[in-house]
Every structure is written in structure tokens, then in C-alpha cells.
């Protein structure tokens, strides 16, 4: 091996640390992801699964007995399903509203100049900087002032009020990326601004949109405070279900299994955004809009 | 649109006034039998607690079986039920009819008049429970507005395969802190009500007892001026014991392995059992040395939309069969003196001997206080 080593060109020796490093770093991917979220989601699989007639306790490596108790217990105890479906009903008609209102907002902030506009761009962030109970407890007046607590409307909008931060910095930031030759451009060729807001805005900001859809939603499914106050008794979501369990009275069993039926349906459409993120990169860097 | 929410904004007012004029009947000097037909008239009663789902729902099943009125029970975080009652406390209706109420929120409740009553006289089973636990709860004058339902106990959970003599007074529990570090375990007293029990516990047997405090409704300051001994006393031990972030986390951190004594909550222990999250060869007694029981009350918010029906709900959990059946359910220990069950974790001669009553409240928050500020922060 030696004498191998010893006549290999240095190009060649260059090249195999190369590939080494790319192995070591992927390896380094794996282990942190694997660490990092597989094993949570693994132990709350496992905790979920643990039959309640015998205890997962020390010294166990592994519980025992597996069983659906866990699960049959949350769905037969609480409101879960109701939960599902006012969640899963709240969460696309807040990110739909969040994108009507972010846009007009994300194009001011990133296109136009105008006076305070570090100002606001720091102050549309204020509901996400601000503990939760906090905005939860003032909001709670004023929907309630305006008839708005206890109602569907008034919940997609106070969902909408936590997705907008994301979705107006996200939306910014993109509106900010688009180049200005591209726009003056389409002016000297004619475009008009419906012309230009289809062709041109609308496509280059679509990864952004996206990424910022991802953050609203998934603010809305997690949002506890806001619904907890202003919405139950008349609705309750999965966090005001998952937080009975999380929160003072911990039950770790119980609130894997609520985690879990959170989390799955997330991580599918993290996946599935990721998808279309990718593509309209890839098309707007090279122009094929 | 200056038109249209001032519109709405009247509408809102004469809703509010409308529904808060609740019951026709003054509750104070109705029946029983009016005030049943008064709930039955309001038709649902909505329920906030933070535990027991399981034998809530099965409670709320029950009572519309027996009268007719749906029971919307809402299982959610203690800290938040508090503060979204207290976010609708000015409200005219608010949207929470009744609410369990623990120790750690008795005191700020009642220092708000968040609750209707008087209650006790209007409940028929009122001279069931025990006197006190009408007047007082975990040291705060509740003066009959809030209702007992469930009485709970801390004591010292331990794993009988790790630990073969338990102590029993506090030189015997420091001589086995001293031989097992790090295998006792208590909760932050700022986060739940063992460890404070437990930190009540160490200023009695350290500062001079319990009985100075007794009947002061005031703090004095001369009575806690030699608590820098417990403190002292925390502080030169923090290395040899675990504190937990919640009553639920010690008993899950015994389960793990990481402690084999902790002081847990009797409730919590049974609950924590029966969902599979603690081993079952868990022992529990309540040490010579004497730790604080306790026991969560019910009560009606003071702009509870069904005011009757909350009333018949109390009256529907605190009734013999439903205290039975949450023994049976969930080992939630009655609060009926007239109840006598066996097969607890505690056994009824610790609870008569080495029970002890709290301190009154200012004593127990500046408690939590100086515990924070002198132990935690340090």
C-alpha cells in the first residue's frame, strides 16, 4: 500500500482527500440529522406506543409491551378530532389571508422607498417578538370589543395576524431580489403593470411565497395563546388538545401521541413544498418563468 | 365603516347585557330544586380543568344522562385557563361558566374576586366535606366561594428496589441526601405545589416549627427572620439534590432511572401509573416529619353565562357516586367525609398522623419568593 501511496500523483492524492472530506462531511450530515430529528421523533413514536398496563421505566432500554393504547386513549378522551378539522380549516384559510394582505405590504417594503421603512419592516415583526400570552391577553379585548372572540372568522384572523410577520419579511426579501434591468426591460418592450405583476413579480416571487405559505401555516397549526383565549370553548385546535399534556400537567405518553398527529402531516407538506421550492429556483435563475 | 363598527359595537353591548342577566331566579335564595330547573333551563354549562380527561368526559356524559344539560368540558393548561378567565374577568359574559382551581392560582383568583358566591350554602351536600375545606384552601380564606371536590396529598414517592429504609425525619433524610447524591429529587416550589410541601416542610424542621405562623393572616416579619437557615441550608446542599422543573417531571425522572426518592403529589402518582409512565412498584408514605395535603376546588366564574347549571355541576361531581367513580378512574382521592375507600398509595395512618395543614398564604408566597431569589438565582 505504501509503495502505491508513494507513486501516486499529487493530483490523484488531492482528489481522494477531496472525496474523503465530501464522505466525512456527509457522514457528519447524516449523524447531526439523524441526532437532531430522528431520534426525537423515534422516542415519541416509542413513547406513544407504550402500553399503559406496562410502564417504559428504568433500567428498560426499550419499553416492554407495545400497544395503541396510548392513541385509542386520546382519541376516545378528547376532542382531537374536532381539533383536526378546525386546525387543518383554520391553518389554509389564514395563509391565504396572510398572502393577500403581506403582498401589497411586501411590495411597498421591498420595491418603494419610503420614509420609516426600517421602521416598519422591524415593526411587522412585533407579534412574533412578543410573548405569546402577552399578545394573546390584549388581542382577546379587542376581538372581543369587535365581536370577533368565539367566532371562525375572528380565529383565521388572529391566525393571520401571527403568519403575516413571516410572510411579509419572506415576501420583502424577495420582492427586494428581483433584478431592476428585468423590470425596465419589460417596460421598454411595453408591459404593462398587470403584464408585469403576471410575468414578472408573481413568478420570481414564488419561491419566497412559498417559503413564507410553509411559515404561515405551520404557525397557525402550532398557534396555542391566541386560539386558547379568544376561540375555546367553541374551538379548540390540536396545540390547546397537546398542551393539556405538554404544560403543567405532563404526561409524556399522551402528548407523543398528540406530537405525532401534529407533526406527520407537517413534515409531508414541508416535503412537498420543498419540492416546488427547489424547480422555481432552478426557473428563475435561469429565466425560463 | 365608522357606521358599521359602531353598529357592531352596540350590538356587541346589548348581547353582553342580555346574556348577562343570567338566571331569573336569584340563585343566592332559590331551591335546589329551582336552581335544577334553573340549569336545566340554561341547557349547557362549559368546564375548564387542566387533568382527568378521561373521567371528565365520562362526567359530562353522566350528567347529561341525568339532567339533560350538555356538559363542555375543556381540558387545558392550568396557566392558561387562569389567564384567559382573568382576560374575560371585566368581560359582562364570559365565556368559562365553572373552573377547577388549584393552589398555585387560589391566592391571585381570589385577590381578583374572579368567583360568584358565596356557593357553599347552595350546594345540598355541602355538609359532607369538611368544614375547613370550605374556608380555606393550601392557606389562602376562600370563605365558601370555592367548592371542594378532591383532596390530594405529597408524600415521598420512592423505588423500593433502590431504597430499602426510607427516612423518616429530617436528620434521616439529610443523612441519606449526604449517602445518595443526587438521587432525591423535588420540584422547583415556584412550579408546582410539591415542592413547596417539601420547602415547607424544611422551614418547620429547621426554623422552629409550624405552629408560630398559624391563624396570622399578615406576614410577620420577626417569623421569617431566621429562614436565611433554610436557605443556607438549600444552598450548602443544591449540589447533592435534583431539582425538577414540575411535580409531573420528578415522578417522570424516577421513572428514567435518574431518582429513586422524589416528593410527588398522591394524584399524580396514581395518574401517572395508570397511563404507563411510572413503574408500579412505586411506594409512597408521608414522613414522620410531617408534608402538606391539599385539594383542588371548583368554582363559578362571576360572569358565567349558565350560572345554575355550573352550580348543578359542582353539586353533580362533588356527589357520592362521582367521587367514587373518580377514585375508581383515575385514584383522585374524595373529598366527602363520608367516603371510605382502601387501596390508596397512602395509607390512612399517615394521612392522620403526618399530614400537615399549610402555613397561610402570605408565608407561602413570600415562600416561593425568597426561595427563588436565595436557592435558584444563586
Redesign the interface.
Known amino acids: 500500500m505504501s509503495a502505491i501511496r508513494q507513486i501516486s500523483p499529487w493530483y490523484l492524492r488531492q482528489a481522494r482527500r477531496r472525496r474523503n472530506f465530501t464522505t466525512m462531511l456527509t457522514a457528519f450530515f447524516i449523524i447531526v440529522q439523524v441526532l437532531w430529528i430522528g431520534v426525537p421523533i423515534f422516542m415519541a413514536v416509542l413513547w406513544s406506543l407504550?402500553?399503559?398496563?406496562?410502564?417504559?421505566?428504568?433500567?428498560n432500554i426499550l419499553p416492554s409491551v407495545l400497544s395503541w393504547?396510548?392513541w385509542s386513549?386520546v382519541f376516545?378522551?378528547?376532542n382531537i378530532i374536532r381539533a383536526l378539522k378546525t386546525s387543518y380549516t383554520l391553518a389554509p384559510c389564514a395563509v391565504l389571508l396572510s398572502f393577500v394582505l403581506s403582498l401589497p405590504t411586501a411590495y411597498v417594503l421591498g420595491r418603494k422607498q419610503i420614509p420609516g421603512k426600517k421602521f416598519f419592516q422591524t415593526v411587522v415583526l412585533l407579534p412574533i417578538i412578543m410573548p405569546g400570552?402577552v399578545v394573546?391577553?390584549f388581542l382577546?379585548?379587542v376581538f372581543?370589543?369587535?365581536?370577533l372572540?368565539?367566532n371562525f372568522f375572528g380565529l383565521v384572523l388572529a391566525h393571520t395576524l401571527m403568519g403575516l410577520p413571516y410572510m411579509i419579511r419572506v415576501l420583502t426579501t424577495s420582492f427586494e431580489a428581483i433584478p431592476q434591468d428585468i423590470i425596465d426591460a419589460a417596460e421598454n418592450l411595453g408591459a404593462n403593470t398587470f403584464v408585469k405583476i403576471k410575468d414578472i413579480f408573481l413568478p420570481m416571487v414564488r419561491p419566497g411565497l412559498l417559503a413564507g405559505m410553509v411559515f404561515a401555516f405551520t404557525t397557525s397549526i402550532e398557534e396555542?395563546?391566541l386560539t386558547?383565549?379568544i376561540g375555546?370553548?367553541?374551538f379548540?385546535t390540536i396545540p390547546?388538545?397537546l398542551?393539556?399534556f405538554?404544560?403543567?400537567?405532563?404526561?409524556?405518553?399522551?402528548a407523543s401521541v398528540v406530537a405525532l398527529i401534529m407533526m406527520i402531516p407537517n413534515i409531508i407538506m414541508l416535503f412537498v413544498v420543498e419540492h416546488f421550492l427547489k424547480s422555481d429556483y432552478l426557473s428563475a435563475s435561469l429565466g425560463k418563468l | 365603516m365608522k357606521k358599521l363598527?359602531v353598529l357592531?359595537?352596540a350590538?356587541?353591548v346589548v348581547a353582553g347585557i342580555a346574556f348577562a342577566a343570567g338566571p331569573s331566579i336569584d340563585l343566592k335564595t332559590a331551591s335546589w330544586d329551582q336552581i335544577v330547573a334553573a340549569a336545566k333551563a340554561e341547557g349547557s354549562v362549559?368546564f375548564?380543568a387542566?387533568?382527568f380527561?378521561?373521567y371528565f368526559?365520562e362526567a359530562a356524559a353522566d350528567f347529561e344522562k341525568e339532567y339533560g344539560v350538555k356538559a363542555?368540558v375543556?381540558?387545558?393548561?392550568?396557566?392558561?385557563n387562569f389567564?384567559?378567565a382573568?382576560?374575560?374577568k371585566d368581560?359582562a359574559t364570559g365565556?368559562?361558566d365553572t373552573m377547577i382551581v388549584g393552589g398555585?392560582w387560589v391566592k391571585t383568583t381570589t385577590d381578583l374576586n374572579l368567583f360568584y358566591g358565596p356557593i357553599r350554602n347552595m350546594l345540598p351536600d355541602n355538609s359532607k366535606f369538611p368544614s375547613t375545606a370550605w374556608e380555606v384552601q393550601e392557606g389562602v380564606m376562600i370563605n365558601g366561594y370555592l367548592a371542594p371536590f378532591h383532596r390530594n396529598q405529597t408524600g415521598i414517592l420512592y423505588d423500593p428496589d433502590r431504597v430499602k429504609d426510607p427516612p423518616q425525619t429530617w436528620d434521616q433524610l439529610v443523612a441519606w441526601i449526604n449517602a445518595h447524591p443526587m438521587d432525591f429529587g423535588f420540584c422547583d416550589p415556584s412550579k408546582?405545589g410539591s415542592g413547596q410541601a417539601f420547602v415547607f416542610t424544611a422551614i418547620g424542621s429547621l426554623a422552629g416549627g409550624f405552629d408560630k405562623y398559624k391563624g396570622d393572616k399578615e406576614l410577620v416579619p420577626s417569623k421569617v427572620a431566621n429562614w436565611d437557615i433554610v436557605w443556607k441550608w438549600f444552598n450548602d446542599n443544591k449540589d447533592k439534590m435534583t431539582i425538577t422543573v414540575?411535580?409531573?417531571?420528578s415522578i417522570?425522572r424516577m421513572?428514567?432511572?435518574?431518582l429513586s426518592m422524589t416528593v410527588a403529589w398522591d394524584d399524580n402518582v396514581k395518574?401517572?401509573?395508570?397511563?404507563?409512565?411510572?413503574?408500579?412498584r412505586a411506594k409512597m408514605y408521608i414522613p414522620k416529619m410531617g408534608l402538606a395535603g391539599g385539594g383542588d376546588t371548583m368554582g363559578v366564574l362571576k360572569n358565567a353565562q349558565h350560572k345554575a347549571a355550573a352550580l348543578l355541576w359542582i353539586s353533580f361531581i362533588q356527589s357520592k357516586a362521582q367521587q367514587l367513580k373518580k377514585f375508581q378512574m383515575v385514584g383522585a382521592y374524595p373529598a366527602r367525609t363520608d367516603i371510605t375507600i382502601e387501596g390508596t398509595l397512602l395509607s390512612e395512618e399517615d394521612r392522620k398522623n403526618n399530614a400537615i395543614p399549610w402555613f397561610p398564604a402570605p408565608y407561602k408566597d413570600f415562600m416561593i419568593k425568597e426561595f427563588v431569589k436565595n436557592v435558584l438565582m444563586k
Not at chain 1, 372581543?144 to 365581536?147: H, K, R, V, Y
Open positions: 407504550v402500553d399503559p398496563n406496562h410502564p417504559w421505566s428504568y433500567p393504547g396510548q386513549y376516545k378522551y378528547t400570552m394573546a391577553l382577546s379585548r372581543t370589543a369587535f365581536g372572540a368565539q396555542f395563546n386558547f383565549v375555546t370553548p367553541t379548540e390547546t388538545i398542551y393539556s405538554l404544560g403543567y400537567n405532563f404526561i409524556r405518553t399522551n | 363598527l357592531m359595537l350590538l356587541t362549559t375548564y387542566w387533568y380527561p378521561d368526559k363542555n375543556i381540558i387545558g393548561d392550568q396557566t392558561a389567564n384567559k382573568i382576560a374575560e368581560m365565556t368559562i398555585q408546582g414540575s411535580n409531573n417531571d417522570m421513572n428514567g432511572g435518574e395518574d401517572m401509573i395508570s397511563k404507563g409512565n411510572l413503574f408500579k
